[in-house]
């Protein structure tokens, strides 16, 4: 069990770029959620997997945020033209379905929008 | 909609003092959690509490639930340095009660501890 892991741990893009992550969950584990967390917030839940099945997103993630996780296992979210406002932490969890209480973090992508 | 509230927002202790963090919830819910985050880093869990009356410790803390008061405390005891870092707590909404088990956090509480 090595953890979820994320990729990258940081990116700096200029306005207006298309920016990628990609996270892999913990093996096993059929659940992956993406959340967003700005300086000083908690969290904020953007969307969940349930193997390759988006269930749900967030009125957060605005048409320029796509989420994919095509084969089950590892899932990528894009972001296209980005903006100053996203500028933030965006962290993977993964779960259990059996236990979905457990979601276990990854260390997160930090993203900074020139 | 879901909405947790921590208060305090901010917590300044000295050393071997004891205090409390407290966190309300909108909703019915039997599901909360207790996490910490050190700066720049992603989120430790601390506790996961499944049921009202639910009393968890682990060394120097202590999380209970309340789920008809919609209350979960954070119980510090004989504050140390190294229990400086950002408190969050999340609450989730089981399908059985008409949620998606998507986790919605409070603002966080930071702690800082004071020689």
């Known amino acids: 069990d090595t953890g979820v892991s994320q990729d990258p741990r940081h990116k700096i893009t200029k306005r207006g770029q298309n920016v990628t992550f990609r996270c892999d969950p913990i093996s096993e584990h059929n659940r992956l959620y993406w959340y967003r967390q700005t300086l000083g917030q908690g969290p904020e839940f953007l969307t969940y997997f349930q193997n390759e099945a988006q269930l749900e997103k967030s009125r957060l993630l605005s048409d320029r945020f796509s989420a994919e996780r095509p084969k089950g296992s590892f899932s990528t979210l894009e972001i296209q033209r980005t903006e100053q406002g996203d500028s933030a932490m965006y962290l993977c969890a993964s779960s259990r379905t059996t236990r979905p209480y457990e979601q276990y973090f990854g260390p997160g992508t930090r993203l900074t929008v020139t | 909609e879901l909405k947790v509230e921590q208060n305090p927002l901010f917590l300044s202790m000295q050393e071997e003092k004891n205090y409390t963090i407290y966190c309300n919830y909108s909703?019915?819910?039997?599901?909360l959690y207790w996490y910490r985050q050190d700066p720049g880093k992603s989120l430790e869990s601390l506790f996961v509490l499944l049921s009202n009356g639910a009393v968890k410790q682990e060394g120097r803390l202590m999380a209970s639930l309340d789920t008809k008061a919609r209350l979960s405390t954070l119980h510090i005891t004989a504050a140390v340095h190294d229990l400086s870092a950002t408190y969050f707590c999340a609450v989730d909404i089981p399908p059985a009660q008409g949620g998606s088990e998507k986790l919605v956090f409070g603002k966080g509480t930071k702690l800082t501890v004071n020689p």
């Open positions: 909703t019915t819910s039997d599901r």
